[in-house]
């Protein structure tokens, strides 16, 4: 695991933090030549079910966020089922505060924020293969221009690590269930 590095890195190795995934270049595109810089956010949790069974769970999220609901769903239950037909993400569909830029189905879905009430800000959730299991990643990767918005993606860390541990958890102990 990524030591020493909360609230950036949480739950990965440092060769998944120091991976490219596609919200890298999202935001890259984003902030361009605007002398800002980019700020990599992992969160990464073990699930102990098949692959496909994770992504299914992931997919769920444009249905509702899974996190603290009654922060992020105004107290209403994330569903505890497979909702039929969320498994399907593709490109301009929105999910919570994304829109979709990217899908490579049965293995990452990326966004970016709409609008922009979070900064030049961009998500990848990825299911990758470990062994029987799969390991699902999250990166978040933030524009950060200038004092302010320095001191903006550093409180967004935080808060995104209090609530995204909370999402990743969720996701796979629903997915564990089978």
């Given at each position: 695991m990524a030591t020493g590095t909360i609230p950036l890195a949480w739950g990965c190795t440092p060769a998944e933090h120091a991976r490219r995934y596609p919200a890298?270049?999202?935001v890259e595109e984003l902030v361009g030549g605007s002398g800002g810089s980019v700020l990599r956010m992992?969160?990464?949790?073990?699930?102990?079910?098949?692959?496909?069974?994770?992504?299914?769970?992931?997919?769920?999220?444009?249905?509702?966020?899974?996190?603290?609901?009654w922060i992020d769903n105004r107290g209403r239950r994330s569903p505890q089922?497979?909702?039929p037909g969320a498994d399907h993400v593709e490109v301009g569909q929105r999910?919570?505060?994304?829109?979709?830029?990217?899908?490579?189905?049965?293995?990452?879905?990326?966004?970016?924020?709409?609008?922009r009430v979070f900064g030049r800000t961009a998500v990848t959730y990825a299911?990758?293969?470990a062994g029987p299991g799969a390991r699902l990643v999250c990166r978040?990767?933030?524009?950060?221009?200038?004092?302010?918005?320095?001191?903006w993606?550093?409180?967004?860390?935080?808060?995104?690590l209090v609530m995204m541990r909370r999402q990743l958890l969720n996701l796979k102990e629903l997915a564990e269930r089978g």
């Open positions: 890298d270049d999202r992992t969160r990464v949790v073990a699930v102990d079910a098949p692959p496909e069974r994770v992504w299914r769970w992931v997919c769920q999220i444009a249905v509702a966020p899974y996190s603290y609901d089922h497979l909702v999910v919570q505060v994304f829109r979709v830029t990217d899908v490579e189905p049965g293995r990452q879905w990326t966004g970016t924020t709409i609008p299911v990758e293969p978040i990767t933030t524009g950060q221009r200038g004092p302010a918005g320095w001191a993606a550093r409180l967004l860390a935080w808060g995104d």
